[in-house]
């Protein structure tokens, strides 16, 4: 059996995502969730995975920004969307996906480091990847303004920084 994995721009591949999206976090469930009230950036990219009895089985999200962390300006590679088919879970596929995602990130030379939020369930399967957390505080922007990020825990990956604490602000610098 073999895996195809398909790298795809971000807003152009949103229609393949879309289904799987509102079946892994029908709004309901998402409204009732700490994090339901937040409103998500579209990713730049999306790892996509087919699944071998048909349609998408596994989706990882790929940002870029530019952000300040303690007080440097870097360049950061984020990953969000993390979904996979309930049919599909446990076979590897968010691995794979995953893998994928930051050998995107990796490629593109001037991240200096990787970015995502996730729920305590989920803290070991990213810290077995090779996701480390990250105890200071983030910055972002939503429509009421710039909030401190506190609905989910952030992890870093390390591409030519470390970041394990300080301030990492993701407000208002343009990529």
């Known amino acids: 059996m ?48 087919d699944a071998p009895s048909g349609g998408l089985a596994c989706h990882v999200g790929i940002y870029f920004r530019h952000a300040i962390w303690d007080g440097r300006k870097v360049h950061i590679g984020g ?50 990847r090779g996701w480390h957390p990250f105890s200071g505080e983030v910055w972002a922007e939503q429509p009421e303004g710039r909030v401190r990020f506190e609905a989910m825990a952030p992890f870093v990956f390390d591409f030519t920084r470390k970041p394990r604490q300080g301030v990492i602000d993701l407000c208002g610098l343009p990529w």
């Open 79 to 128: 990953i969000g969307g993390v979904s996979t088919r309930e049919d599909c879970r446990r076979q590897g596929y968010a691995s794979l996906a995953l893998d994928a995602a930051v050998q995107t990130m990796r490629h593109h030379e001037a991240v200096q480091f990787g970015l995502l939020f996730c729920e305590p369930h989920n803290f070991a399967f990213y810290q077995s």
């Open 2 to 49: 073999s895996i195809e994995i398909d790298v795809l721009n971000g807003d152009a591949s949103w229609p393949v995502a879309e289904p799987l999206f509102k079946a892994v976090w029908p709004a309901d469930m998402v409204a009732k969730l700490p994090w339901g009230h937040i409103k998500w950036a579209n990713a730049d990219l999306r790892v996509l995975i």
